[in-house]
């Protein structure tokens, strides 16, 4: 066999130099040079077991559950902190290997608490698993003479600390280093009496605390608010996207007994690095209560009727096609919400735009002007390619708090500068010059700063990216969609119509005849005594609505809507990631999901080509439409070109 040359011309041979090949378990395999033993392991399908490694921690190589023999290396090495080098053999399988392993977890048994039956980690727990697959069958210890520690020692409202069940692996201690910068979390005291505690016995009070269950490998670290809920086996896991901002932190929905039970973190590198801010993780209760909307309802002279949907979209129709035909599409307002899917956006302004000839739509209520691809050019995992990041204000940490520890990794990792100004703040005085790459963040309320920004600090060889902080968790979706009363789908100018605000002025003076009215409740709630006015004024309400409230109670026809988590289709989060979601709760209604609906409705008022309204279907629909969603696919980033490339 020829040899490999050793200055490769390619991209290819340069990812060939860049390779090691190791041997492990009589297995040849090729990594990546500078990866661990563990990894190449894994690479390979053989199973190490670790206690105190993590995949976003530094390796320490304290719980020595991982130890292999290392070629001629006169001690067993930690697999989860020795770099491979080319020609290394490892064995993980000798019987000397399984003796200390053995013998590791005997130690980590003595005084560790038999209270699994108890234990909210009892069946996703790696001291169980391994105990049964590498353990000793029998303790050689007697059972009344274990140590004690503290139990159900409460740190938060959040989480709770059983020291018994600790192994001492130091993870959670390690996460508020290295990954939140907080240092809550601590040990104390020396010896066989260390602990991990709060500082100083103060509670914890970080924003990200709910990421510490999951960080533990053993059942010390617990939620409250998940305590004696249900076991793993009970639950029934779906992929999701978290519903609290736009930041679309990928999520995996654990539900039992037609509830939401848990969200736990479903790592995606680019997004969201498998953390969770616990504002998200911890919304899970109001998704599983609540009035719900279960049958199709028309109010017409004092009177309401339960009626079916087909029925409920002929009136509809008929009351719209009533006012269109009397008034015109100027007397028209139609408002939807940023908890819609994409899907369910597209159909709505299309039915706005073509078949009712209104262009007073909007998905929130204030206006926002002349909204940009631009501002959304950089990503997230692109915050730590820049030298400088630039954020304005408080606002876009508050409203998608896991932001502030991508921030944090860029600053640890990469040595990125974040600076945090005021939104009006000189460019000339941050002393930004001579950058490569600069990012702007803002959010949507200052977004004109941003933009001020950016043009300043632009010159020369400094490429500024702007990222926009959007409200909702698909309000990225919605304005990419259209559903805005100046801008069509992919940011295409239309005719000008009304936005939210100016929509319900309208309507409280008279001069809108017609609402339609999907998902909209948190959007109308948001603009208190004036939404009740409009709804008061207007005859003609057509709401899909999921849940009971202000708009359900005056609307004309009210046909049954679907929470978020009972939908599928995709949104869209802050960045352009165009992310899938699937039904993780069985609709609470038998009438169809809202795509479908307005394809009826469509239908109904006379409009063809529409389809079924089947939400793969109008996915195909929208990314023929718009270019930068045929590209992004399931996952990736809608992209459109910025202002001066070519297209």
Known sequence: ??????????????????????????????????????????????????????????????????????????????????????????????????????????????????????????????????????????????????????????????????????????????????????????????????????????????????????????????????????????????????????????????????????????????????????????????????????????????????????????????????????????????????????????????????????????????????????????????????ETVVVLGAEPEANTPVLTLRLHKAQLRRGVEVRRVEHDASPASLGIKGKRLVGVIADEVHRAYAADMADALASGNTLVKRLTVTRGVNGRGAKDMGMLPTQGPGYSRVTGGKDGRQILHAASAGAIKALLLVGAETVLRGAGILAEKALAKVDVIIAIEPRAGIVANAASVVIPGHTYFEKRGSVTNVEGRVQRVSPALPPATAAPQETRVLAMLAAALGATGWGTGDPFEVNTMLSQAIDAYRGAGNGGRALWKRQGEPR
């Open 1 to 386: 066999m020829a040899n490999k040359t050793t200055t490769p011309s390619s991209s290819e041979g340069l990812a060939e130099a860049e390779k090691v090949t190791v041997t492990i378990d009589g297995r040849e395999v090729a990594v990546p040079r500078g990866s661990l033993v563990v990894d190449a392991a894994s690479s390979l399908g053989i199973h190490i077991p670790i206690y105190c490694a993590h995949p976003k921690l530094d390796p320490v190589a304290v719980c020595r559950m991982c130890l292999v023999r290392v070629g001629k290396m006169p001690r067993l090495q930690p697999a989860c902190a020795t770099v491979v080098s080319d020609g290394m053999v490892v064995t993980t399988q000798s019987p000397e290997v399984a003796k200390v392993r053995e013998g590791m977890l005997e130690f980590l048994l003595l005084n560790h608490p038999l209270d699994c039956p108890v234990c909210d980690r009892g069946g996703e727990c790696d001291l169980q698993d391994f105990a049964v697959r590498y353990g000793p069958q029998t303790s050689r210890f007697p059972i009344t003479q274990k140590s004690h520690a503290a139990k159900a020692v409460v740190l938060s409202d959040k989480i709770e600390l059983d020291q018994e069940r600790c192994i001492l692996c130091w993870r959670c201690t390690r996460y508020y280093d290295e990954i939140t910068g907080e240092k809550e979390l601590v040990l104390v005291r020396r010896g066989i009496d260390t602990v991990i505690d709060s500082f100083n016995g103060e509670p914890l009070t970080s924003d990200f605390q709910g990421n510490l269950p999951e960080v533990c490998p053993v059942g010390a670290l617990t939620h409250r608010q998940y305590r004696f809920q249900a076991r793993p086996w009970d639950l029934q896991r779906t992929k999701g996207i978290c519903p609290e901002c736009s930041y679309g932190c990928n999520i995996n929905i654990d539900a039992r007994d037609f509830e939401i039970k848990r969200f736990a973190s479903r790592d995606n590198p680019q997004v969201e690095d498998m953390w969770l801010c616990d504002r998200g993780r911890y919304s899970v209760e109001k998704w599983s209560h609540g009035s719900r909307v279960r049958h199709p309802l028309i109010r017409a002279g004092g009177e309401v009727r339960e009626v079916g949907v087909d029925e409920a979209v002929a009136e509809a129709a008929r009351q719209l096609g009533e006012v269109l035909r009397l008034h015109g599409g100027g007397a028209i307002g139609v408002i939807g919400s940023p908890m819609l899917t994409n899907e369910e956006l597209w159909l709505l302004q299309r039915l706005a735009r073509e078949t009712l000839d209104c262009h007073n739509c909007d998905h929130q209520l204030d206006e926002l002007g002349n909204v940009s691809a631009d501002e959304h050019s950089l990503g997230i995992a692109e915050i730590e390619d820049c």
